[in-house]
């Protein structure tokens, strides 16, 4: 069975930084698109960023610059390192899996609530 | 960056009808890679359908998706209680993905 286990939330000041991990297990980090998705609270869903099969990393506008996506192939876990974190940046923070082919967030980790306020 | 905008925001109805949302894209976007989600309160998003309109794995199939190029449609047959959720359609174009703002479908 494929799951998601997503952990690294917390509460955190603006400008600080933060690590979610996401440790999969069910299928290796190198053979599938992981993607992080965010919601903030009451609010709609915001693709985040995604690291394909091969490595490479893309990123939304809103978080450009400021995050770096990863994986690790020895723990089968996925990064997410943002930093000068802002207020807008809160939200539940979820892992998911990506369809290689459709380009659908196929699985989903059950999220890590990241709060950014002083 | 395509921008997916939904409509309506707030969608009014009883059980038994038929629910129509509408997705629509400013650019192009390949039916491959249009897919709806149904959310409800405290739950991780679920998939309904992808490539526009093929029914995810355990879908009912009240559920259908339709359209191409810039209008996607998401029909709902016979509304049943638990269909009263949020929807949200996406798109990829080039691997950057965005989710539409969210259809609130209420009884």
């Known amino acids: 069975e494929m799951q998601l286990v997503e952990s690294g939330g917390g509460l955190i000041q603006p400008g600080g930084s933060l690590r979610l991990s996401c440790a999969v297990s069910?299928?290796?980090?190198?053979?599938?698109?992981l993607s992080w998705v965010r919601q903030a609270p009451g609010k709609g869903l915001e693709w985040v960023s995604l690291?394909?099969?091969?490595?490479?990393?893309f990123y939304a506008d809103s978080v450009k610059g400021r995050a770096t996506i990863s994986r690790d192939t020895a723990k089968n876990t996925l990064y997410l390192e943002m930093n000068n974190l802002r207020v807008e940046d809160t939200a539940l923070y979820y892992c998911?899996?990506?369809?290689?082919?459709?380009?659908?967030?196929?699985?989903w980790g059950q999220g890590a609530l990241v709060t950014v306020s002083s | 960056e395509i921008v997916l905008t939904q409509s309506p925001e707030t969608l009014s109805l009883s059980p038994g009808e038929t629910a129509t949302l509408s997705c629509r894209a400013k650019?192009?976007?390949?039916?491959?890679?249009l897919a709806w989600y149904q959310q409800k309160p405290g739950q991780v998003p679920r998939l309904l359908i992808y490539?526009?309109?093929i029914r995810a794995t355990g879908i009912p199939d009240r559920f259908s998706g339709s359209g191409s190029g810039t209008d996607f449609t998401l029909t709902i047959s016979g509304l049943e209680p638990e269909d009263f959720a949020m929807y949200y359609c996406?798109?990829?174009?080039?691997?950057?993905?965005?989710f539409g703002q969210g259809t609130k479908l209420e009884i």
């Open positions: 998911t899996r990506v369809d290689n082919y459709y380009a659908f967030f196929h699985n």
């Open positions: 690291i394909d099969n091969g490595g490479a990393m």
């Open positions: 996406q798109q990829h174009v080039r691997s950057l993905y965005t």
């Open positions: 490539g526009a309109s």
């Open positions: 650019h192009f976007v390949s039916s491959t890679y």
């Open positions: 069910g299928f290796s980090v190198t053979t599938h698109y």
